[in-house]
């Protein structure tokens, strides 16, 4: 059983910055691609980046291509979500997720455990 426990959201103007990071418990956490999704009320989840277990491999939603940027450290147990030039529309919860598969994920179910979630609030 992997736990995960994310931090850093928190309120922000628009165009600022914001690093969310999320500890995992596992030492095997080499073996779990991450990813990064959000959620707000009413909506499906959304996906946002993943990574690789290697971190060879990452990709992004094009909601957040250019702005954000998803890395791992794998001997810290983190993965990070760096999140540059915000906007309101990034408002969310934000949630980071461990997957079995060998590569990068975009979908939900692929997931097979997911942190309590960080809420990020961007004011305008």
């Known amino acids: 059983q992997v736990q995960l426990v994310e931090s850093g959201g928190g309120l922000v103007q628009a165009g600022g910055s914001l690093r969310l990071s999320c500890a995992a418990s596992e030492r095997t956490f080499s073996t779990y691609g991450m990813g990064w999704f959000r959620q707000v009320p009413g909506k499906e989840r959304e996906f946002v980046a993943a990574?690789?277990?290697?971190?060879?491999?990452?990709i992004y939603a094009d909601s957040v291509k250019g702005r954000f940027t998803i890395s791992r450290h794998n001997a810290k147990n983190t993965v990070y979500l760096q999140m540059n030039s915000l906007k309101p529309e990034d408002t969310a919860v934000y949630y980071c997720a461990a997957s079995g598969a060998d590569s990068a994920q975009r979908m939900p179910a692929a997931y097979d455990y997911w942190g309590q979630g960080t809420q990020v609030t961007v004011d305008s």
């Open positions: 990574i690789s277990r290697s971190g060879f491999t990452i």
